[in-house]
């Protein structure tokens, strides 16, 4: 199945997750200043953080070129 991400060249798709990643970014430290802030929230967000950074960094790998110019 085809989703909508994958008909969007790589370096799209890169740009993309690195605005969620900022957003996300943000999210996580404007939540951390309340300490009563739910914690498990706060790791989930964290958690999907890690999974955007991951596959940026892949998407990036997919966008080097293979043999020096």
Do not use: F, G, V, Y
């Not at 951390?32 to 967000?45: C, Q, T, V």
């Amino acid at each position: 199945m085809t989703t909508d991400l994958d008909l969007r060249s790589p370096q799209r798709q890169c740009i993309e997750l690195q605005m969620e990643h900022a957003e996300l970014n943000a999210l996580i430290d404007q939540l951390s200043l309340h300490p009563a802030m739910d914690e498990l929230r706060i790791r989930r967000l964290k958690k999907r953080k890690l999974a955007l950074r991951d596959h940026i960094t892949r998407l990036q790998w997919l966008l080097l070129p293979k043999e020096p110019a």
